[in-house]
């Protein structure tokens, strides 16, 4: 069971990442965690200090990284691997999905500052298609986290898992949402706030700017519901068409190409379901990274609780 | 090179360096170490060996850098502002929404910038695709390819250089900056690369090394490596991340160095000063 504590904190996520294995290390040998020249950035470097040897700095070499990782898991390791989540993604694509996937052995992996958390490192380090990715993989269970307490659930959770697992955060402060001690099911939506007219389905960071957009739209009384679809591979399309049932519209908001992510699966279901409601995906439409600050990549990008209002009300024919 | 030569040489490279440390101190963070590291190569580049024009930066038949340890751009776009690819004034916006001037080069961005790079081991055979692509024209002309130390972590360089090597690609001149360190740390520390120079003689390549931090051995080494007509040459360069400013070198993180104490800002500020007091004085008196 979850509850929220919304408080307008931020916790630095690579942090929370980066406590959780090595809590998880006092009671299990087998974890083990790698980086590819990423260790300071991530933090990961601390556990050199904790537990010497279950951590590996591979080098600038995220596919070798990769495969080195499933060959540990063929022999009872549990491997968690980290870079940017271009490079734990895209760039050892083959590696996760043969050495990986269809060899089924376990990989969990940590894709750092997806979509517009990239910031100063701009077009080159952005990924806004590591979730389509992901998905496509056979198996692999695929998250994104909205913020600190889930993001250590999804941990642990994953180093009792076998296969591909991927989670993708912000390594910077993102703000509180849960409680701690939350507790949550993988494959299970978590529906934030009841509301009557719109539905808005969300994951990761951006699920504190759409609880931003309900209290807007509130004021201007359109009555709005946000679920947190942190696991959007497997989908909980239970949650999605019960919460989508009666309402006037239905939109997806994801930090992430709108093809292929979390707006593409709640497609799926809502057209296999013939459930036909007004739709709409804001997320990043065909576009590539750029760069800038956080705050101007949000903007540039449309990911903002405003830009959000905008569209619902045009949506609803209120605009 | 004459006397006279090799100190303009010197001051366009304290020039570069000067712009490098304002560009980032402006910004308050950025890669400085890797930065540094290059000026006195692209000083040297930029001088003597390439083939541009600044008025018409995608003119066709000009030679091409391929920096393939994309997040030293800084260095770059400190040298090409100096050779009037654009406004200096423009090198403040670095990173920030909207600019030219991206942390990693973005060849259809800034004018200059031949290749776009950020994913390290890419540029490597980018440039092996753009020699290949210069022999196949029959042109006489060259690419630069420039790689980090720690870049060379990334198989694709060594599925490169193998291409390199052997398609005989001479109009490919490898330049390894050997600066010893990488993000996390010592190269060694990380994954020991044993001896570079050596690495790439097994691997096929003429290799010559040369001393980075200063533009007549730079310049000698290219000289030799243009010499080679029927092989794969590699310039071993001999670096300090940081380098030229003694307490950056010294300063353990200077991967990426935040300018977030008084410490590090008067570190930095004290090196613009002495470098412009430098290009204030007389040619003479350096
Ligand atoms: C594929 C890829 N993985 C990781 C990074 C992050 N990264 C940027 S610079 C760097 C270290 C580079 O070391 P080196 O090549 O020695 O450069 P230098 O020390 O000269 O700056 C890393 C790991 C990246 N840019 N690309």
Not at chain 1, 117 to 135: I, K
Not at chain 2, 48 to 68: E, F, G
């Amino acid at each position: 069971m979850f509850s929220l504590d919304i408080n307008n904190e931020k916790t630095e996520l690579a942090k929370t990442f980066v406590a959780t294995l090595i809590e998880l290390m006092k009671t299990d040998d087998k974890i083990i965690a790698l980086d590819a020249d990423l260790g300071s950035a991530s933090g990961l470097e601390k556990i050199k200090k904790t537990n010497p040897d279950r951590f590996i700095d591979v080098g600038i070499a995220e596919a070798n990284m990769t495969g080195i990782a499933a060959g540990l898991s063929a022999v009872g390791f549990i491997p968690f691997i980290h870079s940017f989540a271009p490079f734990v993604s895209r760039r050892n694509y083959d590696q996760l999905y043969m050495a990986g996937a269809y060899a089924h052995n376990t990989v969990n992996i940590f894709g750092s500052d997806p979509g517009f958390a990239v910031g100063p490192n701009g077009g080159t380090h952005t990924s806004f298609e590591d979730v389509a990715l992901m998905r496509e993989i056979p198996e692999a269970i695929v998250c994104d986290a909205s913020d600190a307490v889930l993001l250590e659930w999804i941990v642990k959770t994953f180093a009792k898992l076998k296969g591909i697992h991927y989670v993708r955060a912000n390594r910077k402060g993102v703000k509180n949402i849960y409680k701690k001690g939350s507790t949550f099911e993988l494959g299970k939506a978590n529906v934030l706030n009841e509301g009557k007219d719109i539905l808005i389905v969300c994951a990761g960071q951006l699920v504190s700017d759409a609880l931003d957009a309900c209290k807007i739209l509130a004021d201007k009384n359109v009555s709005a519901q946000v679920i947190d679809m942190f696991c959007i591979k497997p989908l909980d399309a239970e949650t999605l068409l019960k919460c989508a049932a009666g309402k006037k519209a239905v939109m997806s908001f994801e930090n992430h190409s709108i093809v292929g992510g979390l707006g593409s699966a709640v497609a799926e279901v809502l057209a296999e379901n013939a459930v036909g409601v007004k739709f709409k995906r804001i997320g990043v439409n065909d576009r590539f990274g750029e760069v800038g600050s956080q705050e101007y990549l949000q903007k540039t990008f449309g990911l903002t609780a405003q830009n959000l209002v905008e569209q619902a009300l045009t949506l609803l024919g209120k605009n | 090179m004459t006397k006279e030569q090799l100190l303009d040489l010197k001051r366009l490279s304290a020039q570069i360096r000067l712009d490098i440390l304002k560009m980032l101190l402006h910004m308050g963070y950025g890669h400085l170490g890797g930065s540094l590291s290059l000026v006195e190569t692209m000083s040297v580049l930029y001088s003597k060996y390439l083939r541009y024009d600044p008025k018409n930066p995608r003119w066709t038949d000009r030679d091409m850098i391929v920096l393939s340890k994309g997040h030293a751009g800084a260095v770059l776009y400190a040298a090409l502002a100096n050779l009037g690819f654009f406004d200096k004034e423009i090198l403040n916006s670095l990173n920030e929404g909207g600019t030219i001037l991206p942390s990693h080069p973005d060849r259809l961005k800034t004018p200059g910038i031949d290749m776009t790079t950020g994913s390290l081991g890419q540029g490597t055979s980018l440039a092996a695709g753009i020699a290949t692509g210069f022999k196949l024209n029959k042109t006489d002309q060259y690419v630069y390819l420039i790689v980090g130390d720690g870049e060379l972590n990334e198989g694709q360089c060594w599925e490169a250089f193998q291409y390199i090597a052997a398609k005989k690609l001479n109009n490919c001149i490898v330049m390894i900056d050997i600066n010893k360190k990488q993000l996390d740390g010592w190269t060694k520390d990380i994954l020991n690369p044993f001896d570079i120079a050596k690495k790439m003689e097994a691997f096929g390549f003429f290799t010559v090394k040369a001393n980075g931090a200063d533009e007549e051995s730079i310049s000698m080494a290219l000289d030799k490596c243009r010499e080679i007509k029927d092989g794969a040459v590699c310039i071993a360069l001999d670096t300090t991340k940081g380098q030229g400013v003694k307490y950056f070198e010294n300063y353990a993180s200077n991967h990426s160095v935040k300018f977030n104490n008084p410490e590090i800002i008067k570190a930095a500020e004290d090196a613009i000063s002495e470098l412009e007091n430098y290009l204030k004085g007389d040619k003479k008196n350096v």
